[in-house]
């Protein structure tokens, strides 16, 4: 398009910002361990690239574990200089526990970290965030091994990267890409709730992290970035990818006993779609079709055994009634505690009743087909099998309506598979409980805003845990009021 000749008075294209006043919208945390080399550079141009291009506040906070070179000094002196910077002590080694304490105490509303190196290009860094500040996704991971990535390193750390990644593919059964790319991003009412369920502190922190997270349901959204390799990076590999196995053994042990309490990390935060119970909706379609499909290829095989069992002493007719009448009990009964849920023996002889007089139909239909089949003088085996078969094709789709919509019908008797809205309990429960408690903001007198404290070292997973700032108590799965039992 030609814009020589425009003469109108749009006007040029800016960044949109955020009020001044108030906690910063993002807090970029830098994990860092004996980084006295690359420290001071790393945060000035991550601090120049979000001055020029992020429309928001933001602060860098320098998170040392444990450096016993001068990585904290470098890093205080930072701090000193640059408003936008903080430093963050440690004493204890371990780069989950870093990002789990900093994160626990910060009073950003969008939660990101890198690795120092800055191997991932920041241009990708306002796209990580953006679905976060949007509200559009949970967390936002950088991603070298999408098909527009640009990635430049060596062939043994590619392949140990993506045979890491078709292991929790494989054994985790993970959907994200990429676990191991160190550029992540959290909001911070996810944080609050997840990061008490992850127990790793050291590399194998992502992974746990994004495994609970996906199998809760939240929300990852991916970006494909462009990342060199640092051929000086201190990550011992062997030692790494070691504890990262044990890490996925761990997980996946946790996930088949079914002892975390994911069920109450799906977006308990009131706005899940799957926690609101709307009248006059059907809910559960897609997996009652596939249970009642189930129940009904099983049904028709025992119902066929039967035909040709009764067959060798009577009639057709005679055999096909006493066939359906015997397949459409264990039938009715299969799909109310399978396919619909229903469990318990309250109005399970009601059902039964309705279930007669949908097999009723069934035997009117398939009895009927008989009938036709021996008027027009066909009176094979082979064709009385086929006509059946196709009569309770059609006897199958009547019946599931009928019980969908009239046996088990979920109007009038309260829904047997809705989920309802979660109501806060006022009983702790000290099983499960994981209290996590506001802090009552401090008054910074060189910003002119309240903030969370940085200085909280404590890490968190105890109960007596007071850096975080929302209350949520994870209950078991029988006092969960979302369990239908």
């Known amino acids: 398009m030609n814009t020589e000749s425009w003469t109108g008075t749009l006007p040029a294209r800016e960044h949109l910002l955020a009020a001044v006043a108030g906690p910063p919208v993002l807090d970029v945390v830098i994990p860092v361990y004996n980084e006295e080399k690359d420290i001071e550079g790393c945060v000035r141009r991550l601090h120049g690239h979000l001055l020029d291009t992020f429309p928001y506040r933001f602060r860098i906070t320098v998170a040392d574990n444990a450096s016993t070179d001068r990585t904290p000094q470098i890093a205080a002196q930072l701090a000193r200089e640059i408003p936008e910077v903080t430093s963050f002590r440690l004493e204890q080694k371990g780069r989950g526990r870093a990002l789990r304490t900093v994160w626990s105490a910060s009073d950003a509303p969008v939660l990101a970290y890198m690795d120092v190196d800055l191997s991932t290009d920041l241009n990708a860094l306002l796209p990580l965030v953006a679905p976060l500040i949007s509200g559009h996704s949970d967390l936002a991971i950088g991603t070298r091994l999408a098909s527009s990535s640009r990635v430049v390193r060596g062939p043994k750390r590619e392949f140990i990267s993506r045979s890491y990644n078709q292991i929790l593919r494989r054994s985790l059964s993970a959907r994200f890409s990429d676990a191991q790319c160190g550029f992540k991003a959290i909001r911070r009412e996810v944080a609050q709730v997840l990061l008490p369920l992850v127990q790793d502190t050291n590399w194998f922190f992502d992974t746990e992290m994004l495994v609970l997270a996906e199998r809760a349901g939240l929300r990852i959204h991916e970006v494909p970035v462009d990342w060199t390799d640092d051929p000086n990076s201190t990550v011992h590999i062997v030692r790494t990818a070691t504890e990262d196995l044990k890490g996925v053994w761990r997980v996946g042990k946790a996930l088949a006993s079914g002892s975390l309490p994911l ?81 318990g023996r309250d109005r399970a002889l009601r059902h039964q009743a309705q279930g007669l007089v949908v097999f009723a139909i069934g035997l009117v239909l398939t009895s009927g087909s008989l009938a036709v089949l021996h008027a027009s003088g066909g009176d094979s085996h082979a064709a009385e099998i086929t006509v059946l078969v196709v009569a309770n094709l059609v006897a199958t789709v009547v019946r599931f309506l009928l019980m969908r919509a009239w046996v088990f019908s979920q109007r009038g008797t309260g829904s047997h598979r809705a989920v309802p809205v979660p109501v806060p309990s006022a009983d702790p429960d000290p099983e499960w409980d994981v209290l996590l408690r506001p802090v009552p903001p401090a008054f910074d007198t060189r910003t002119g805003h309240d903030h969370l404290p940085h200085d909280a070292g404590h890490v968190p997973g105890d109960e007596t845990d007071h850096t975080r700032g929302a209350t949520l108590r994870l209950r078991p799965a029988e006092h969960d009021p979302r369990n239908p039992r």
């Open 263 to 343: 069920n109450r990390l799906r977006r308990p935060f009131g706005d899940d779609p799957r926690d609101r119970q709307l009248t006059g909706v059907p809910r559960g379609l897609t997996g009652q079709l596939v249970g009642f499909a189930a129940v009904g290829v099983l049904s028709t095989v025992f119902y066929l055994l039967l035909y040709a069992l009764f067959r060798l002493g009577t009639g057709a007719q005679v055999a096909n009634a006493l066939a359906l009448l015997v397949s459409a009990v264990a039938n009715t009964a299969a799909n109310r505690r399978l396919t619909f849920g229903v469990r």
